[in-house]
Nanobody, 120 residues
Framework: VQLQASGGGLVQTGGSVRLSCVGSGRTFSDYNMAWFRQAPGKEREFVARINWTGVTTSYADSVKGRFTISRDNTKNTMYLQMNSLKPEDTAVYYC??????????????WGQGTLVTVSS
């Protein structure tokens, strides 16, 4: 499956952004999916994941209560609604598919990343 992430940009502290990840090439609904992020000079880290039905989700402690992951299999699209943004949320955000854990190595397919910059 090919993944295309979009929706990043520059936002002020406390603001909101919604990221999208569109899948193509194979049956999107077959895959568990996730969002990861990578800040400059840091390793890629888990943000949130969602199972193939959209029923089961989990979040990193750092974003719990502020971010919401969802998916619409009829549109082959996954979303990440990001609220109450903080400067430390600044990173390139990547969508990933075909995994179920918290480590990037567990996912087989990756989007190209979209940059979110939160200004203080």
């Amino acid at each position: 499956v090919q993944l295309q992430a979009s929706g990043g940009g520059l936002v002020q502290t406390g603001g909101s952004v919604r990221l999208s990840c569109v899948g193509s090439g194979r049956t999107f609904s077959d895959y568990n999916m996730a969002w990861f992020r990578q800040a400059p000079g840091k390793e890629r880290e888990f943000v949130a994941r969602i199972n193939w039905t959209g029923v089961t989700t989990s979040y990193a402690d750092s974003v719990k209560g502020r971010f919401t992951i969802s998916r619409d299999n009829t549109k082959n699209t996954m979303y990440l609604q990001m609220n109450s943004l903080k400067p430390e949320d600044t990173a390139v955000y990547y969508c990933a598919a075909s995994g179920s854990g918290y480590h990037p190595s567990e996912y087989s397919y990756w989007g190209q990343g979209t940059l979110v910059t939160v200004s203080s």
